[in-house]
């Protein structure tokens, strides 16, 4: 599947990945983008589970590939990162995306410093949380679409059943009400 | 990121999809690319046979009759907040659209295609055919010329003479716009952006100017396509207008199949209305992307032109067996059928779009409200409810269709039987026979729609770049 068909910045991969649990605070939070972005306009945002902003990133400027916050030192749970970005070359957008992730204690024995959870191309997962229902507004598909059936007659004998009855119940006052046969 | 493409083939729609070869990245037409779960086979069988036997049973019913609604009722203005309400909204919209035109951008936020599109071309449809002519008043065209009428007189300009209207000019500018926006949607697909400013500020000077030329109401009646489109799905409505001042009268649900005043102008355009929906979902079906493939857009538009010529053609030819009305009056249904059942979900799934514009009204990365990272989700409709929406809106439109034809057609019989003295034998055999051609062309086109309901959407992954189109990262 072609990502980047057009000329302007594409969201390639996040760190932490979308969905990823991290192990004690990750060492930055970054977007990176398949062209350059507009470092004035483009924002990044860490947010908590309930909402609250903790930090926002800025762009590396000689980097504008992507967009970082560093060393954002979190505490356990549940965190939002919501990113809206412009294409340096012109007036697309803006675009937007939010991907999400876990922090968990570290683990008690002493250990290497925490690493991030490894960078992975945008495949999320189910999202852990509610609010992480949005994705890229790139992308403007239903976030969950209903799947086909998969077995069971009533599936499709019910909706059959039901508009043979709506259609039904509409021709009989069809009928009625404008007079019927002569 | 998480578009989930629809090819899940399940126990019932296997067989209908057995022979397809789904092509790896696809999906792209005018509108409705946000929900695709398919009318399974099944259900898509049983309405085509629902609909071949209510079109056969409505052609040998006895002489069905029903009197048209009475339409010297003077009607009543509907109360002024409302109609200041819904001015206002159009001309908030309108100027929405221009603001977005020049400060640039393209995002979810882009109100062109929200406003034309979903709330208009689908939305606005609806209404028009369900509730009442509330684009009457939300017709930012004719605010503006109101307004631009008072503020030139308040600088003592006086205005000119209207020419005459020529008459044998009929609704054929509005068809011809029409069919221009067909094109926008289809071809252009949806022209977001940019494209869709100038085609807003283009079509805005130029129904402004056929306003001063004939005068407001003449070329709102005849020559502006959305008006008169929306007034002629208008039929179906339980509130009509009564006159151009805005005086509304009720009657019952689809009489006004039965008022006069149909012009082959008319039956062109519901053909057109029920064309472009149609080859909207013909024509990302897989097996039309296996023929066609992606065509360029002369191409595309050689295919539109064809395919809406060969209905509106087959519309013509028909009108010429049962007559002007009773073809308008059974084709009008259908295409109604068809907006809901083809669109609803666009409507009902894209419209949320209005979130983020709300909170990102100028494209400009903002998120005043807290929604501008809303997507759109289709989580909360049952695919069984979609089905059945989707299977009553085409087979009942087309019941309606088949009685508005046939009404229609019997009362014209009577007008041709001197002093409406009861028809003879042989002229209500004579009646049905006349029905049959338009009995075959609707079963042709609801057949041919649900089919389309029915198959596996194709995504053309070049046209990823508007609003509207999906990308799939996976």
Known sequence: MPIGVSAHAELEMTTPADGSTVEGTPDEVVATFTEAVDVGRSSLELRSADGTLIASGAADPANPLSLRIPNPELASGAYEVRITWFSADGHEGPERATFTFTVTAPPPTPTPPPTPAPSATLAPPPSPTPTSAATPSATPSPSAVPSEPTGGTGDVLIPILAALVLIGAFGAWLLRRRGGSA | MNLRRAVRPGAFVAVAIAALVAPPAVLAHGLDTTYQSRLPLAVYLAGAAATVALSFAFVLLRDLRAAPPATEVRGELPPAWLRIGLRTVGLVG?????????????????????????????????????????????????????????????????????????????????????????????????????????????????????????????????????????????????????????????????????????????????????????????????????????????????????????????????????????????????????????????????????????????????????????????????????????????????????????????????????????????????????????????????????????????????????????????
């Open chain 2, 94 to 474: 309108w100027l929405w659209i221009v603001v977005q035109g020049v400060v640039g951008g393209s995002s979810d936020a882009d109100v062109g295609s929200l406003f034309l599109w979903v709330f208009g071309w689908v939305g606005l449809a609806l209404v028009s055919a369900f509730v009442g002519p509330a684009w009457h008043w939300l017709d930012p065209f004719s605010t503006l010329h109101g307004l631009a009428a008072a503020a030139l007189r308040a600088v003592g300009i006086r205005g000119w003479d209207r020419a005459p209207y020529p008459a044998t000019l009929g609704r054929w500018p509005a068809v011809i716009g029409f069919a221009f926006f067909v094109w926008v949607e289809l071809v252009l697909r949806g022209g977001i952006g940019r494209t869709l400013f100038i085609v807003v500020v283009g079509y805005t000077a130029f129904t402004l100017a056929m306003m001063a030329q004939f005068g407001r109401d003449e070329w709102r009646s005849r020559g502006e396509a959305f008006t008169v489109w929306f007034r002629l799905l208008g039929r179906l409505a339980p509130f009509a207008l009564a006159d151009e001042t805005g005086r509304v009268r009720r009657r019952p649900f689809a009489s006004g199949l039965l008022e006069g005043g149909w012009t082959p102008a008319d039956v062109v355009l519901v053909a057109l209305g029920v064309g472009s929906i149609l080859f909207d979902g013909l024509s990302q079906t897989t097996p039309w992307y296996e023929v066609f493939g992606f065509p360029a857009a002369p191409i595309q538009t050689v295919q539109l032109v064809g395919f809406l010529g060969l209905i509106a053609v087959a519309a013509l030819v028909v009108t010429r067996f049962v007559g002007v009305a009773p073809t308008g009056a059974g084709l009008l249904p259908i295409a109604v059928g068809y907006l809901l059942a083809h669109y609803l979900t666009y409507l009902l799934i894209d419209g949320q779009r209005i979130l983020v514009a709300v909170s990102d009204p100028f494209q400009q990365g903002w998120d005043l409200f807290g929604t501008a990272f809303h997507e759109p989700s289709g989580a909360f409709l049952p695919p069984g409810l979609v089905w059945t929406i989707q299977l009553a809106s085409v087979v009942g439109g087309h019941m309606l269709g088949a009685w508005g034809g046939h009404v229609a057609a019997a009362r014209t019989v009577e007008g041709d039987v001197a002093g409406g003295a009861h028809a003879s034998a042989e002229d209500t055999r004579e009646l049905r026979l006349r029905q049959v051609p338009l009995a075959v062309v609707m079963v042709a086109l609801t057949t041919l729609t649900l089919w389309s309901l029915g198959q596996a959407i194709v995504v053309n992954p070049d046209e990823a770049a508007g609003a509207l189109v999906a990308l799939d990262r996976r």
